[in-house]
C-alpha cells in the first residue's frame, strides 16, 4: 500500500497563476484534510472531508478551493497564487474503526509563490 | 476554536537524558490528543496518543499524561537518542478535526 501520495513535491509558481496540488490514498479513509504549514509553525487547516461529495472549510481557506468526486482523491486548487501562500502542504486521511481519530500524513508539497 | 499552545519551541538535551514537552488547549469537548514526530522534508508520524478516559499512556521510551482539569497534556521521552531529534507536535481534537501546536525543536546531543 502506498498510503497517502501528494503530487508534486515542489513547485514554483508566479503571482497569479493557478495551479492543483494532488492526494491520493489507497486505505479507504473517508475523512481527508489539506494542511499548511509555515516556517516554524504548525500545521493550520485549510480545507477538510468527511467523504466523496462533501467537503467544509477549515481555519484558512481563503485562496483555495477543493473538490472530492471519490474516496481516493482530494485535490487542492490555488487559482490566484500570492506569495502569501509559499508554504508546504501536507494532505492526511483519517478512517474508521477503533482508530478513527489517528491521521496519516503525505509527504508534502512545497510550493514557492514568486 | 481550540487553541493549542505548546512550549518549549527548542529544547537540547544529552543523549541518555530525559525530554518533556507540554502542551495547553481550551476546548473542554477535545477528547482526543495524539502526539506526532516530523522529521526533516517529511510528514508528521504518530508517536502515541492518548484519550479523555484515560490519564496516562506509555510505549517504550515515549509515555504520554493527559489532566483533563487543567487542560494539559505532555510527553515524556526517556532514554533520548539521537534519532529522537526532530520536531514534535502535539494536537487537541473534537468533531473530526485537529488543532495542532506550534511544535519544538528537539535536538539531541551524542
Known amino acids: 500500500n502506498a498510503g497517502v501520495t501528494q503530487t508534486p513535491k515542489f513547485r514554483i509558481l508566479k503571482i497569479g497563476q493557478s495551479m492543483t496540488l494532488q492526494c491520493a490514498q489507497d486505505m479507504n479513509h473517508n475523512y481527508m484534510y489539506w494542511y499548511r504549514q509555515d516556517p516554524g509553525m504548525g500545521l493550520k487547516l485549510i480545507y477538510y472531508?468527511?467523504?466523496?461529495?462533501?467537503?467544509d472549510k477549515g481555519e484558512v481557506p481563503n485562496g483555495y478551493n477543493v473538490s472530492r468526486s471519490t474516496t481516493e482523491d482530494f485535490p487542492l486548487r490555488l487559482e490566484l497564487a500570492a506569495p502569501s501562500q509559499t508554504s508546504v502542504y501536507f494532505c492526511?486521511?483519517?478512517?474508521?474503526?477503533?482508530?478513527?481519530?489517528?491521521?496519516?500524513f503525505g509527504p508534502g508539497t512545497r510550493l514557492l509563490v514568486l | 476554536g481550540e487553541n493549542v499552545e505548546q512550549h518549549p519551541s527548542t529544547l537540547s538535551v544529552q543523549e541518555g537524558d530525559s525530554a518533556v514537552i507540554k502542551c495547553t488547549y481550551s476546548?473542554?469537548?477535545?477528547?482526543?490528543f495524539p502526539w506526532y514526530k516530523q522529521e526533516l522534508g517529511k510528514g508528521p508520524q504518530l508517536i502515541i496518543d492518548i484519550r479523555s478516559n484515560v490519564g496516562e499512556k506509555k510505549d517504550q521510551r515515549i509515555a504520554v499524561t493527559l489532566n483533563k482539569t487543567a487542560k494539559h497534556f505532555s510527553l515524556h521521552i526517556t532514554e533520548t537518542q539521537p534519532e529522537d531529534s526532530a520536531v514534535y507536535f502535539c494536537?487537541?481534537?473534537?468533531?473530526?478535526?485537529?488543532?495542532f501546536g506550534d511544535g519544538t525543536t528537539l535536538t539531541v546531543k551524542p
Open positions: 472531508s468527511v467523504g466523496a461529495g462533501i467537503t
Open positions: 494536537a487537541a481534537r473534537d468533531a473530526g478535526k485537529s488543532t
Open positions: 492526511a486521511t483519517s478512517g474508521t474503526g477503533t482508530n478513527k481519530e489517528t491521521q496519516y
Open positions: 476546548d473542554s469537548a477535545s477528547n482526543y
